[in-house]
């Protein structure tokens, strides 16, 4: 029995070696080409038509713009690339024996198909193609880290005509506007604003930001400090948003939005080369808006100028410029600071769901100015130097900002704050330097970069006593200026500057094609210059983050686990016996597990992680009012992301998010198992749209949801704002030189609040018509 055995073992593998020695001499053969093909503005372009004419071989690109062609007999070929809207090229090929050619290539647009580009050359709303969430070009499968991306396409569908009704397609996403004016974003139970343009740092706290020159919007999840530091990303993550940007070719597009509660929007994107050959490339994107509230007072109206410019200095050097100015005119949401035992939510509140406490003379006014310059050097063939320079200059003129307590269902007191004049200054300088190399077998993507930023500013602010107390059931006026101003108290604040010298680096790893690695650290060095009567200080972070990725099945499914890291600087803080207690950094730690899938030849993307977030030296105040840290907080919960375009025309996104996230120990034991302010427990979005291909073609429709749980305002849960859900519909008309689409916004009129409590819009219609040349 065993001499058996081993004999049909040795047959086997006599069987198979002869097999192996087959195969190779007869691949010895062929040769393989491999390429790359982008479009006109340097996005990957996918579905290209590749084939070598005169012979059997053809395919087309995969989403990420590369294409592979095996088992090539060896011989020189013409290569015909082709796509709708673009010129066609070709390009000679040489396929020698038992090697691989190389090649990549640019899409030039055809003038005389350009308005086609903009229908047909739409890229997939699957699309996660970033060099911004790793600095290093790192396919979704191959990063560590958990994104969501929501394309410019997604957003046209939708007649998005601001950041937050954007945001909310990413799985786990809640907005509120601050008192101050600009936008809140939460997600994995903390908050932060869109804090990043193009990978750079984006302050917008007061000014807030526009939708009209946003190409996608990109939602980091978990502590980003390490390659983005404290002033950029929450404990949370972080939200990028990326700039359209000049292209090869000529377009303009021109949309006007028209809605309820007088909303007028007219907004205009220009694209140009400046030089023939082009070699300095223009773009513009400029917007305005007015529209009033849903309230009886308020008004928001906008004004947006971007002009950005691409020079290709030379074939290694590209230098851009990204400008923009935007100013705001509004009313400020009306915060309530406090509600009398009973009034456990909004619901409990007497007052009409659209009457205003305040006038809109008392009115807010912001501008910011911003300048981002890109130099991008190609060092060698595998190495690339990117030095990068911004500018962000953040006015407040005045910004009145309204507060309630209320001391009853019925009976509210009313002040009035009044912030400006306002600035902010924040300069960035930083230089990376990528480069792909290997060790043996053992291939590496390297980044290493240094990043320098100064902060400066003013800031002067007055607040009003309680102007007066009313009974929101019988007949009352607004709060007005005039009586503001006159009961206001004038301080000038101080404030010290900052600056942060920062260096990093991140090594990806691949052992083999399917297992990596990504190590990545950053040092910063945080520096609050002194004032007069407050001393400043100095502290140093460390900040360390750990991947590992195996593809189960190449290019479809991979596992994944993380450790990210986040900080936030504290100053010195007085104590009972007079001391000093110089704080440490605030530390959050987060451990992510989960896998992530692109299947179906692209036509599936989903996300599935599980995550905990733990700070263990969290700052808290002890009941006499002095700080220590020693408190502790853990978010944990589940992330859920499905995209979808099973059939040409159909589009499908899903997202699900569960958190929990509770103080676990505080100097106030009431609170401790308490859950933190402003983290539903679970958050459900939906968008499905279908664009008809034969009977009704170019007619579509839309249809989705966004569900988001209780929410606390104070973490001694005593005062919420109740689940809700609200849909949206949608129905459009498109060709290739316009476009005409309808979205009805809360469909069912919900009432509903915010965590702060803020009423929220009711029922309205938008209607968009877009004209492109």
């Not at 007869?26 to 982008?38: L, M, P, S, V």
């Not at 050359?121 to 958990?146: H, W």
């Not at 000529?250 to 909303?263: A, H, W």
């Not at 320079?389 to 704050?417: G, H, M």
């Amino acid at each position: 029995m065993k001499y058996s055995t081993v004999k049909t073992y040795r047959f086997l593998f006599t069987i198979s070696f002869l097999f192996s020695v087959f195969c190779s001499f007869a691949q010895q053969n062929f040769g393989k080409i491999k390429g790359t093909i982008t479009t006109s503005d340097g996005d990957a372009a996918a579905g290209v038509n590749v084939i070598l004419k005169s012979s059997k071989y053809g395919t087309t690109t995969n989403d990420d713009g590369t294409f592979e062609l095996n088992r090539v007999k060896a011989n020189t070929y013409t290569l015909q690339i082709s796509l709708t809207g673009y010129e066609t090229t070709e390009q000679e090929v040489v396929v020698a024996e038992s090697e691989t050619s190389a090649i990549t290539l640019q899409l030039k647009v055809s003038n005389k198909e350009l308005h086609e580009v903009v229908v047909n050359g739409k890229k997939s709303i699957l699309s996660k193609k970033t060099d911004y969430v790793a600095r290093m070009p790192l396919k979704n499968l191959e990063n560590p880290q958990v994104y969501s991306v929501i394309q410019k396409e997604l957003l046209q569908e939708q007649i998005a005509v601001d950041i937050r009704s954007a945001v909310i397609n990413a799985p786990g996403v809640t907005t509120k506007i601050y008192p101050s004016g600009g936008l809140e974003i939460s997600f994995r139970g903390f908050s932060t604003g869109v804090n990043a343009r193009n990978g750079m740092e984006n302050m917008t706290g007061r000014s807030s930001i526009s939708i009209d020159n946003a190409e996608r919007i990109e939602v980091l999840k978990g502590p980003s400090g390490t390659l983005f530091g404290s002033s950029v990303s929450s404990f949370g993550g972080v939200v990028n948003l990326v700039t359209k940007k000049p292209f090869e070719g000529k377009k303009t597009e021109v949309s006007y939005t028209g809605g309820s509660f007088g909303l007028n929007r007219l907004a205009l994107d220009i694209n140009t080369p400046l030089t023939p050959d082009n070699k300095v490339l223009f773009r513009l994107n400029t917007s305005v808006n007015t529209e009033k509230s849903f309230l009886d007072y308020g008004f928001n109206k906008t004004f947006l100028i971007a002009p950005s410019l691409v020079y290709k200095a030379t074939d290694k050097l590209t230098l851009s410029v990204d400008t923009e100015i935007y100013n705001v005119n509004n009313t400020r949401p009306t915060y309530g600071r406090s509600y009398a035992p009973g009034i456990t939510n909004p619901t409990d509140l007497q007052i009409d769901y659209r009457k205003s406490l305040f006038h809109d003379d008392l009115d807010a006014k912001t501008s910011s100015t911003k300048v981002f310059v890109q130099a991008e050097y190609q060092l060698a063939k595998n190495w690339k130097s990117t030095t990068l320079y911004s500018f962000i200059d953040e006015n407040v003129d005045r910004s009145y900002q309204y507060y309630t307590k209320w001391t009853s269902p019925t009976e509210v007191l009313r002040s009035v704050s009044r912030f400006g004049p306002i600035s902010n200054q924040f300069t960035n300088i930083q230089e990376n330097i990528n480069g792909e190399f290997a060790t043996g077998t053992i291939k590496h993507k390297l980044l290493v970069g240094v990043n320098y930023r100064f902060s400066k500013g003013t800031f002067n602010y007055g607040a009003t006593p309680v102007l007066d107390t009313i009974n929101v059931t019988k007949p009352f006026e607004p709060i007005r200026k005039k009586q503001v101003d006159a009961a206001l108290s004038q301080l000038t604040w101080p404030v010290p500057d900052e600056q942060i010298f920062s260096v990093y680096a991140s090594d990806v790893i691949s052992f083999t094609d399917r297992l990596s690695a990504m190590l990545s650290l950053r040092l910063d060095n945080f520096v609050q210059k002194d004032l007069v009567d407050v001393p400043g200080y100095n502290q140093t972070a460390l900040s360390p983050k750990l991947g590992l990725v195996y593809e189960v099945i190449k290019n479809q499914v991979s596992l994944f686990g993380n450790y990210m890291n986040g900080f936030q600087n504290s100053g010195p803080v007085n104590q009972p016996d007079g001391s000093l207690l110089v704080l440490k950094p605030v530390y959050a730690n987060q451990y992510e597990g989960g896998v992530k899938v692109e299947a179906f030849n692209k036509k599936l993307s989903t996300t599935l992680s599980y995550y905990n977030i733990t700070i263990d030296n969290a700052t808290r105040t002890t009941p006499d009012g002095y700080s220590v840290q020693d408190g502790k907080q853990v978010s944990k919960g589940l992330d859920f992301e499905f995209i979808a375009n099973p059939i040409e025309g159909f589009n499908a996104v899903l997202g699900y998010a569960y958190n929990d996230n509770r103080i676990v120990k505080s100097s106030d034991a009431s609170i401790e198992g308490n859950k933190a302010s402003g983290a539903p427990e679970n958050v459900v979005n939906f968008w499905l749209s279908y664009k008809f291909q034969n009977i009704l073609k170019d007619f579509g429709l839309g249809f989705g949801s966004n569900y988001v749980d209780k929410q606390y305002k104070f973490e001694d849960e005593s005062f919420y704002a109740p689940s809700y859900s609200v849909y949206n519909a949608t129905v459009f008309y498109e060709q290739p030189t316009w476009r005409l689409g309808v979205k009805f916004n809360n469909i069912t009129n919900k009432e509903y609040w915010d965590s702060y409590g803020m009423a929220q819009t009711p029922a309205n219609v938008l209607v968009n018509l877009t004209l492109k040349f």
